[in-house]
């Protein structure tokens, strides 16, 4: 298994292999040939980013049980989109728009594409997968209720927290992940517990919309949520793969 960083450093933007506290540069990028160049800094040195620069993220609404319920199960996975524009880094703040008045945290696993996939099936999806990170769907519940589409209420700036780092070769099937908020844990669930896995996701969208390497796709969240108030700080920890924490801070 391996985790793979974005990060800034005073040589510029690089990806890099973190192990431990150390990060060793790469070039190539992620999704094709790759090499150490031997530069390895103390990640103490470094600024992570999200760690991949995906084309369009998309997402799955009403996927763990535990979320859904009255609400009847999905006969599919229920896809909708976000903005790139939402990203946003580890340690970097989830501002609340202004007008907005019931901002949530969501926890997600997120899928990385790897390869380009089309109409795949679940065997291929699986192929097609580099690799997963931490997210955090955040969401503001007034808007997603009362507006027609969600495109503010998912798609703000800020709204889509990414890292701190790809794991490749793990076994995501069976994951623990769990948010906090001020230290308080209020979400805890294993990814075993997703209606529909990583690959019926994939190779579901694949049907319609191409997905291509570096494409995040956020898997659903787990449990009830809550609202988020300036000066919180929200962490989603998913086994394996690490910490992504983000304050939240007022627009």
């Given amino acids: 298994m391996s985790k793979y960083v974005r990060y800034l450093s ?8 973190l192990d431990g506290d150390a990060v060793h540069e790469i070039r190539g ?10 530069v390895v800094l103390k990640l103490s040195e470094v600024t992570l980013l999200h760690p991949c620069q995906p084309g369009k993220i998309l997402a ?34 989830i501002v609340i728009p202004g007008g907005a008045t ?28 580099f690799g997963v990170t931490c997210g955090n769907d955040v969401s503001e519940r007034a808007w ?26 793990l076994d995501y099937g069976d994951l623990l992940l769990e948010t906090r908020v001020n230290g308080e844990t209020v979400q805890k669930q294993r990814t075993a517990d997703l209606i529909f896995s990583c690959a019926q996701i994939v190779s579901w969208i694949s049907n ?7 494409d995040a796709i956020y898997t ?18 998913i086994e394996g793969i690490g910490v992504l924490r983000n304050p939240v801070t007022a627009g």
Avoid: C
Wanted: hydrophobic fraction near 35%; charged fraction near 20%.
């Fill in 10 to 17: 005073g040589a510029g933007i690089s990806y890099g292999i």
């Fill in 29 to 38: 990028g992620l999704f094709g040939p790759r090499a150490p160049t031997g």
């Fill in 208 to 214: 319609w919309v191409t997905l291509m390497p570096g």
């Fill in 144 to 169: 997603q209720q009362g507006d027609l589409q969600w495109w503010r209420a998912k798609g703000s700036d800020t709204f889509a927290p990414l890292g701190p780092a790809i794991a490749a070769g």
């Fill in 60 to 93: 799955v609404g009403l996927n763990y049980g535990s979320h859904l319920g009255s609400r009847p199960r999905p006969a599919h996975p229920e896809i909708f989109y976000k903005p790139v524009t939402a990203l946003q880094d580890p340690d970097g703040p």
């Fill in 102 to 129: 019931d901002v949530h945290y969501e926890g997600e696993l997120v899928v990385v594409i790897g390869k380009q996939a089309k109409s795949v099936s679940e065997e291929k999806a699986r192929e097609a997968i």
């Fill in 220 to 237: 659903g969240t787990p449990g009830a949520t809550r609202r988020l108030s300036p000066g919180d700080v929200v962490e989603v920890e």
